[in-house]
């Protein structure tokens, strides 16, 4: 069965650094999406991007983060200065329809992202 | 900003019982809604859902029921199954736009005691 995966399932960063998670959604796919789950707390959009722009962002998703479909398979979620609240489970996910049009979404496994 | 709301964390049922998880939202513009389900280390699967057309949805022992007077669904699962203990999280779409994001809510921790 089709799934989405992402790399690296845990990074350990210091405060500052720059990150780079990475996705491969289903590959007949058209959306895709990043969410993250604080520990505790509900799993937030952060963006959904779709014919190669993004088409929505939450306004979690400032200056810091950036997305980028580089080669077709690939989709990443960069986080340019990392926070120590950017400590999250980050979740891609996609999708072969508009959620709005009974489309489900397929979730990946997570990246855990922890900020030192 | 709290659209969709489920207001219990945690629902401990008996094996072989019903488990009802609640959902609340507050934008009426949601008219796609549905439920998954996560598991630890694991990232969110899809379950069911309903749309706002419809007021029951049945899919073997999970149904999801929708009050659109009260903003208000219902996850359904009988017999409830040890299998079944996971966290379960309500999730709504709707508005305009190609592709619009799902909003979740916090989910509810669902132990099935056997």
């Known amino acids: 069965e089709p799934e989405v995966t992402q790399t690296p399932s845990h990074q350990v960063t210091q405060m500052g650094q720059e990150v780079i998670l990475r996705c491969v959604p289903i590959s007949n796919h058209l959306y895709f999406y990043w969410y993250r789950q604080i520990l505790g707390q509900k799993v937030e959009f952060l963006v959904s991007f779709y014919n190669n722009e993004i088409s929505e962002k939450s306004e979690i998703f400032d200056d810091q983060f950036s997305v980028e479909r580089p080669d077709g398979s690939n989709f990443t979620l960069k986080i340019r200065s990392t926070k120590l609240e950017d400590s999250a489970m980050y979740f891609c996910?996609?999708?072969?329809?508009?959620?709005?049009?009974?489309?489900?979404?397929?979730f990946g496994e997570g990246s855990r992202l922890t900020v030192l | 900003d709290q659209q969709v709301k489920q207001n219990s964390p945690s629902l401990s049922v008996q094996e072989g019982r019903i488990s009802i998880l609640n959902c609340d939202y507050t934008?009426?513009?949601?008219?796609?809604f549905l439920w998954y389900k996560k598991y630890p280390a694991e990232g969110p699967t899809f379950l069911i859902s309903?749309?706002?057309?419809?007021d029951k949805n049945e899919d073997g022992r999970f149904t999801v029921f929708l009050n659109k007077s009260a903003k208000h669904l219902s996850l359904h699962i009988v017999p409830s199954q040890p299998g079944d203990s996971a966290v379960y999280f309500c999730?709504?779409?709707?508005?305009?736009?190609?592709?619009?994001?799902?909003?979740f809510g916090k989910g509810i921790t669902l132990s099935v005691r056997p």
């Open positions: 999730a709504a779409s709707g508005g305009t736009g190609a592709n619009s994001k799902l909003t």
């Open positions: 996910a996609s999708s072969d329809r508009s959620p709005s049009n009974t489309g489900e979404l397929f």
């Open positions: 309903i749309s706002s057309i419809k």
């Open positions: 934008n009426s513009m949601f008219d796609y």
